[in-house]
Each structure stands twice: as C-alpha cells, then as structure tokens.
C-alpha cells in the first residue's frame, strides 16, 4: 500500500484505489493515449439507483504509467470520482514490481512516508500489509481513511494484493461512501453531527498499548504514535464538488468533543 500526502488545497478530496482479488495474469492488456480506450471493457463493480460504487478497469496497464498523458490522469481522477473513490485494475503482468507501484502513485502527487509504520527496504514509500495466521490483530480492519491522524491525510490509497482471498471469502478489502452515508441520515442526525469535531491519533493503532505493535504490518515507529500530540482534530466537512461527508474511523479516532 501507498498513499499520497494531501496538500491543504486537497484536504477535502478523499479517494482509495481498491486491490483485486484476482490473481494478475497478462491476458487482454492492452494501452492507448487516448483516454477513453484505457477504459474500454470497464464494469461498475455495485450501483444502487443512480449511485456507482466502484469500476473494475480491466485494461489499464500499470507497467505503462510513464506514457500516461495529463488527459489519462485526469480521465481516471473523474471516474474515480464517479465511482464513489474505487477503482480496481486486474489483469496485470506477474512481474508488476513495488517500483511500479510507486511510480504510478508519484503520477497524481507526492507519495507519502508512513510515519509510524516501515516501508520495505529501499522503497519506504510502500508498506507491506501481512494476514499471518498467528495474529491476534487483523491490521485495519475497521473502517477508516489513510493516515487521517496526520497533520495533511492521503489523498489517495493504492493497494495492490499479492495473494488470492482465502476460499472463506475472508481478507477482502471493502469500501464505503460516506458522501452517500451523509446524505443518507436523517434531518435530526445530520444535526447531531454536524457540529461534532474528532481527534484522530495513531496511538491505538501504533501506540505502546498494541501488543502487536512490532508484529506484521505494525511493526514501526511505535514512539511517534504515543508522541502526547492533539492529532489531527476534524469534523464534517467539503468534499469535491460541494458535497458533504463524514470523516471518521474507528481505530484512529481518539475521542469527539
């Protein structure tokens, strides 16, 4: 995984880039500049009534992000956008390597460091994220944004999975729109929330009380998590476009006010 530091322009904007579940095969990639053909064969993954979430882009080659053009990035901006913030690209070649994953991040921004967690050696841009049968913890496995406890949280996340899900159907990753979670309340819980401002901390998540703190994907900078800062103190806010939504996990939130 790898996200991208958000300036404070784009604090509003909050997109992931979901992993597949396939196995990545070389059958029927294929590339041209002109945008509309990197989405040709494309497939709304859910829609309910007028809602999009999420386009399967099966023709998408992320080996090739160095001929994307300005047009191709700003094509897939949009229909991230129009896909509720997911997309997923399968059919990628076996050889697709984590250089490759950064420099497709590197096209839309600055790629972030994780500051409480290693990346790989070389390349600590990327973090490694393991399912290891003995872990008493499952990393991330409550809903949340990317490293919202820091001072400009991501942008964007990109996944790649490596293995397949187990036959359980378990370790999938899922998402949610909370644009469409906001507009979906009520009159009165909408005025019940709309006030309230959260502090988003790494404590719970990288802090000294996890005891899995340096096993697996949380193995880290543990002394930061438990720094004595405020964090990152946000509340209901703009999104693109003038739409509303909330902005809240469970594991990075410390408390609301």
């Known amino acids: 995984m790898i996200a991208l530091r958000r300036s404070p322009a784009l604090r509003c ?5 979901q992993r597949t579940a396939k196995k990545f095969t070389t059958d029927s990639v294929h590339y041209g500049h002109n945008p509309s053909r990197l989405f040709e064969g494309s497939q709304v993954l859910k829609q309910v009534g ?29 229909q991230l956008h129009d896909h509720s913030g997911v997309l997923t690209f399968p059919n990628q070649s076996e050889d697709l390597s984590p250089q490759d994953h950064v420099n497709v991040g590197r096209i839309f921004g600055e790629v972030e460091i994780h500051t409480a967690v290693k990346g790989l050696p070389g390349l600590p841009e990327v973090m490694e994220i393991q399912r ?18 820091q001072e400009y949280p991501a942008s964007y996340s990109f996944l790649r999975a490596t293995n397949e899900v187990s036959p359980y159907g378990t370790n999938n990753t899922q998402f949610a729109n909370t ?8 009159p009165l819980m909408k005025r019940l929330v709309d ?9 719970r998540a990288y802090g000294d009380a996890d005891e899995d703190a340096e096993k697996g994907a949380h193995k880290g900078n543990s002394k930061f998590a438990m720094l004595e800062t405020p964090g990152m103190e946000v509340s209901i806010f703009q999104a693109k476009e003038g739409t509303r939504t909330k902005y809240a996990g469970v594991t990075p939130t410390a408390h609301p006010f």
């Not at 290891?132 to 406890?149: C, M, N, Q, R």
């Not at 644009?179 to 009520?186: C, K, N």
């Open 13 to 17: 904007l909050s997109c992931s880039i």
């Open 50 to 78: 007028d809602r999009k979430m999420g386009l399967s882009c099966p023709n998408v080659d992320l080996k090739k992000s160095a001929e994307w053009s300005e047009a191709d990035v700003a094509e897939i901006k949009k």
């Open 132 to 149: 290891l049968p003995t872990a008493k913890v499952v990393f991330g496995e409550d809903y949340h944004s990317d490293h919202s406890f």
């Open 179 to 186: 644009i469409h979670a906001y507009e979906d309340l009520s």
């Open 195 to 203: 006030n309230l401002v959260v502090s988003h901390s790494a404590k």
